[in-house]
């Protein structure tokens, strides 16, 4: 168990929905990552946060956001969902400081599995 | 930009040695990272290499080539639990992205 926490575990929904998928990082963390894992495309990395605020932006779609919380939980909202949107999402979470560090390793939570019918 | 490149799969022989590769092009260097990752669960922390050379932790090893932009991750004595994909991952000089390779899928034989 790494300490990151994901719900829901399995989520099914029509395209064109909307979810919402959380994240509560391990105790201490501050940072928060968002990785989408698809069949045919690996890992790919969406958004970091740090304390908050939004400090790295990968391959995210203009359709997905992200924030996170005062309490440092974090949420990514993905809407007008496309069959294409199926996939594994892995939230992240590393420690004090906005990036890694030697041994600052980030730890993934079990992932939410989202599949659009 | 990034470009990591690893072999799709490898299969080898309980007991054995194996050593997966990982070659990288990038913008921005810092460290690289192994996980491991069995199918439909988390990637797990294996090892990290800022500095040139060999890294040991039991029965794995992982070594970096920063001139080079290369990486492999020595796995001895494997076990069948060792099956799973290894992901080669570059973190970029400012410290606060890890792009990942798209993975080793290993398989181990008895």
């Known amino acids: 168990d790494s300490g990151v926490t994901q719900t829901p575990k399995h989520l099914i929904t029509a395209t064109g929905q909307r979810v919402t998928l959380r994240c509560s990082p391990r105790s201490g963390d501050l940072s928060v990552y968002w990785y989408q894992q698809s069949l045919d495309q690996g890992l790919q990395f969406l958004i970091q946060y740090y304390n908050g605020e939004e400090r790295a932006k990968g391959n995210i779609l203009e359709r997905f956001s992200a924030q996170q919380f005062p309490d440092l939980h974090s949420e990514l909202n993905l809407s007008s969902l496309e069959l294409g949107d199926s996939a594994l999402y892995f939230c992240a979470s590393s420690g004090p400081g906005s990036g890694y560090k030697p041994g600052n390793t980030i730890y993934f939570g079990e992932g939410s599995w989202l599949t659009v019918v | 930009g990034q470009n990591i490149d690893q072999p799709t799969e490898m299969t080898a022989t309980e007991g054995a040695i194996v050593q997966i590769n990982c070659t990288y092009q990038?913008?921005?260097?810092?460290?690289l990272f192994w996980y491991q990752q069995h199918a439909g669960e988390a990637p797990t922390f294996l090892s990290y290499?800022?500095?040139?050379g060999l890294e040991e932790k039991g029965r794995f090893s992982s070594f970096l080539s920063r001139s080079k932009g290369y990486s492999y991750l020595l796995l001895k004595e494997l076990q069948m639990k060792d099956s799973a994909s290894y992901l080669c991952a570059v973190e970029n000089n400012a410290g606060n992205m890890l792009t990942f390779g798209g993975g080793t899928r290993l398989m181990v034989k008895p």
């Open positions: 290499n800022v500095l040139d």
């Open positions: 990038t913008s921005g260097f810092n460290g």
